[in-house]
């Protein structure tokens, strides 16, 4: 074999590791894509929602199908955090909640809900993900009429006063009564 025919065959193997790497990769791309539209699809479904725009939040937020259980929760999250910091009352009811909802230990929406009781999320995520539960509850989807507004904000009464008061029992704060009548004008109001 000369050198220019082993140059040649080398170039050409080369050539077919490059192409052979890229169908690779638009094979994965492809795949991603199908799941996300499969995801967005499955999350139309459980919450009534057919904006394509909200879906997508709703993905930019990090839900899944799996995950969806604890979008409700979000709000009593948010007034768990009011003062600064979850208490082991607070902890606790929100766990409490959490299985009521079916949300079993260790599935991916306990992790999520985990996750949000070690770490705050953002405010821009508690904004957010009260207007997609408003739009959900809007919406009349099956998922959403397991919990109404009221249902939330009462949840959220309990989480504000598992801490406070004489030994715990009966005091609202300031900053929760603000987090709670904020969260009351979130849920309910319109557009």
């Known amino acids: ?10 170039r050409r193997a080369s050539e077919d590791d490059y192409f052979r790497k890229r169908d690779r990769e638009l094979i994965e791309r492809m795949r991603q894509v199908a799941a996300t539209e499969r995801d967005r699809s499955e999350l ?3 919450t009534g929602l057919d904006d394509p725009a909200l879906l997508g939040e709703l993905q930019d937020l990090g839900f899944t199908p799996q995950t969806l259980p604890v979008l409700p929760l979000v709000p009593i999250v948010q007034m768990a955090w009011a003062e600064g910091g979850i208490t082991p009352a607070e902890r606790t009811l929100l766990i409490k909640v959490a ?13 999520l809900l985990a996750g949000w009781m070690a770490r705050k999320p953002t405010n821009d995520v508690f904004e957010k993900a009260t207007r997609l539960i408003r ?16 249902d939330l904000i009462k949840y959220c009464e309990n989480i504000a006063t598992a801490s406070g008061g004489i030994l715990g029992i009966g005091k609202i704060s300031a900053d929760e009564r603000a987090t709670l009548s904020e ?8 557009g």
Do not use: C, N, V
């Open 1 to 10: 074999m000369s050198e220019h025919e082993f140059l040649d065959e080398r």
């Open 99 to 111: 299985r009521e909802r079916g949300i079993t230990e260790g599935s991916p929406a306990d992790t």
């Open 44 to 46: 139309s479904a459980k």
């Open 183 to 190: 969260i009351a004008t979130a849920l309910k109001s319109r």
């Open 135 to 150: 739009a959900m509850l809007e919406s009349g989807a099956p998922d959403a009429q397991t919990m109404s507004a009221d």
